[in-house]
């Protein structure tokens, strides 16, 4: 019975010891990607207890690998790269050259044969896209110029690795044959690739979309479902079978062609469960073939190795970045990004098994040195700070960083009173902006080179930097400034800036951006005086306009929003936003069923009248708080103006009050006056 069911047990024992040590590696504060791989080693053949089929998990796999491809190519974007590709196409090339020569180098110390040394060198060189964007974005650097290039440059390793599978099954899988031969055999491959990569391009782009927009349209979401699974895996093993080419070049195009529809983001969703379940099989199964005896045996390489993926990759990427002048903050984002490998190398390294060139000890110390960089690569993000600040204090490696990238002017020496603005992106530039245009004094401080331009081109002072390094904060002279305020989404960035800022301006008055209900309390507790949760904002609009809809009283409406709003910063309770609100809820309490309308003057009689004349309070109950004249609207401060046929009178009052007011000025036909 066990035999019969060994695949069985194999997938839902590897599924639940991976869900184990994600959990695990999430309290730990490491990437998930380390507890899937644990997890697999777990249920391995190398481990006691439970042995599971390694075989039959690598064929499930094979579905991770398809999947990840299918997704990498869902998200490739020729306009992003294209905006970042005079740094990111050849510093790409660059490095997967550099890192190749290192990783051989290296393999022919440790005695490998030369094509085992090939295959180290490329499983070296390719750094993992899944880790590089999760620690972007947990660092707040995914939309930074340093995160835009360092995603271009991983989506030019990832199409240079896909080449990279097709040519080395010719190279590696030939034999003895002459190099003729072997030419040949890389001609016809690449003869294959294009004609397929044609074919995909010029018919599968007509073809795909029009298919799903069909079955979107007419037939039941499982279906829909269905057919994007057919699509990224029929096209990955139609690759494989008719043109003899790897099912990761045709799951990629696939997810190429599929990224022109209009259903792109659909499909996107739609393959996001199949992508995650299968990845997490693709790294389980990774773990199954890793041997904790080999790594030990071998523990001297196994450190030396991962000192090659994480020092060596980062002084490699470092001195790129100072080939091509990418700035001090740009070049530590990207070298620390790609100081890690992952899945693709995972890939390279199974291949170099299947063409008998890696064996299964040089596979494990592949494995074992990704698991560990990986580990290891959100703390390498850690050390991005001081070292920028290091760099800074550093006058020549400083300007050998930033020779080619845009100067600013330094604020002036004088300047006090103003408002210090952190962060330019979408909120930071309309307070900017706004500011600007009343006149008040602004500096902007932008860690991210391109929205710093889009800064100084509006005509805003800008000072490039990162504000949570106190040097930053006091070329933005804090401690004569009137007020902070903190656009930036990372709260803990935002509770340091606080704060530093109040240590030299001990009477700052602070303004803050908030995500979080924790990150609220830290930021009150840290000084900030006023704050904005911009997601509960939206969704308190989108609950008064609901209402209005729905024909609730303005005053109802407003009860209920001040009441979400005092929950909403229970975390404030003690600080001026707080007392306000409190306030103007006590003041709506007072203004029970009043109500505000505007009612235009059409009566003769009443035009050519001044409201005193008309004595409209005393006879309807309705105040009059404002005028449209000409189509101005302006606060009726002068009660002795005479009012004109067509003016609009804004009334405050009760239904009844505002109905008779009304009948007082409009209620008559129309008369030329």
């Given at each position: 019975m066990h035999g019969d069911t060994i695949l069985l047990m194999t997938f839902v024992l590897a599924l639940v010891a991976a869900f184990v040590g994600g959990l695990t590696a999430r309290m730990l504060k490491l990437p998930p990607l380390v507890g899937y791989l644990l997890g697999g080693l777990a249920v391995g053949p190398f481990t006691p207890g439970f042995i599971g089929d390694s075989h039959a998990m690598n064929q499930l796999a094979e579905v991770g690998v398809m999947f990840m491809m299918f997704g990498t190519g869902l998200h490739f974007s020729l306009k992003d790269l294209n905006e970042v590709k005079g740094i990111a196409i050849p510093g790409a090339v660059l490095q997967i050259t550099l890192g190749t020569l290192a990783g051989y180098a290296l393999a022919q110390a440790f005695g490998w044969e030369p094509a085992a040394g090939v295959m180290l060198g490329l499983s070296v060189s390719i750094a993992s896209t899944v880790v590089l964007i999760k620690n972007l974005t947990d660092e707040g650097l995914y939309h930074t110029q340093g995160g835009r290039v360092a995603t271009g440059w991983l989506i030019v390793e990832d199409l240079v690795t896909v080449l990279i599978l097709v040519v080395l099954p010719v190279v590696f899988g030939s034999g003895d044959i002459s190099p003729q031969e072997i030419a040949q055999e890389i001609a016809l491959a690449l003869i294959k690739t294009v004609v397929f990569v044609a074919l995909m391009l010029v018919v599968g782009s007509r073809v795909l979309p029009w298919l799903l927009v069909r079955i979107a349209r007419f037939c039941p979401r499982e279906l829909f479902q269905l057919a994007v699974?057919?699509?990224?895996l029929g096209t990955a093993i139609a690759a494989a079978t008719l043109f003899d080419l790897s099912v990761a070049l045709g799951a990629f195009l696939a997810g190429v062609v599929v990224s022109g529809s209009k259903l792109s983001h659909r499909v996107a969703a739609e393959t996001i469960p199949f992508q995650d379940l299968f990845s997490i099989i693709f790294f389980a199964s990774v773990g199954m073939m890793v041997n904790p005896g080999t790594l030990f045996a071998h523990m001297p390489e196994l450190l030396v190795l991962v000192a090659l993926i994480i020092l060596g990759k980062w002084l490699i990427n470092m001195l790129l970045g100072l080939l091509f002048s990418a700035g001090v903050s740009t070049s530590l984002t990207i070298?620390?990004?790609?100081?890690?490998?992952?899945?693709?190398?995972f890939i390279i390294g199974q291949t170099g098994m299947a063409l008998g060139i890696l064996s299964a000890d040089q596979y494990a110390l592949i494995l074992g040195s990704a698991v560990i960089s990986i580990a290891l690569n959100s703390f390498v993000f850690k050390l991005e700070r001081p070292l920028e600040t290091y760099m800074h204090h550093v006058p020549v490696l400083q300007r050998l960083f930033e020779r080619r990238v845009s100067t600013f002017k330094e604020?002036?020496?004088?300047?006090?009173?103003?408002?210090?603005?952190?962060?330019y992106g979408t909120v930071g530039s309309v307070v900017a902006d706004v500011l600007s245009e009343l006149e008040v004094p602004v500096l902007v401080v932008e860690r991210d080179l391109p929205t710093a331009e889009l800064a100084e081109a509006a005509g805003i002072p800008v000072l490039v930097g990162d504000a949570a390094n106190s040097e930053i904060l006091r070329h933005a002279h804090v401690e004569r400034a009137r007020e902070l305020v903190l656009t930036i989404s990372r709260e803990s960035s935002a509770v340091k800036i606080a704060y530093e800022s109040l240590a030299m301006h001990a009477g700052l008055r602070i303004a803050a951006r908030a995500t979080t209900e924790d990150g609220l309390a830290s930021l009150a507790e840290a000084g900030v005086v006023e704050a904005v949760r911009p997601e509960l904002e939206g969704g308190i609009e989108l609950l008064r306009h609901t209402l209005l809809d729905l024909d609730f009283k303005a005053n109802q409406i407003q009860a209920f929003v001040d009441a979400l709003r005092v929950r909403g910063y229970e975390a404030m309770e003690d600080s001026a936003r707080s007392q306000r609100v409190q306030a103007f809820e006590q003041l709506m309490a007072s203004f029970d069923e009043v109500n505000m309308r505007w009612v235009e003057v059409g009566r003769c009689e009443v035009a050519g009248l001044t409201l005193t004349e008309i004595n409209l309070r005393a006879r309807t109950g309705?105040?009059?708080?404002?005028?449209?004249?000409?189509?101005?609207v302006m606060p009726i401060h002068d009660a002795s103006a005479p009012l004109e046929a067509g003016d609009t009178l804004g009334l405050m009052g009760t239904n009844e009050q505002i109905d008779a007011a009304v009948v007082l000025l409009s209620d008559s036909e129309d008369c030329d006056c």
């Open positions: 699974v057919v699509i990224a070298a620390a990004g790609l100081s890690q490998i992952g899945e693709f190398s604020p002036p020496h004088d300047l006090q009173n103003h408002v210090v603005i952190v962060g309705a105040q009059a708080i404002a005028m449209r004249h000409q189509g101005l």
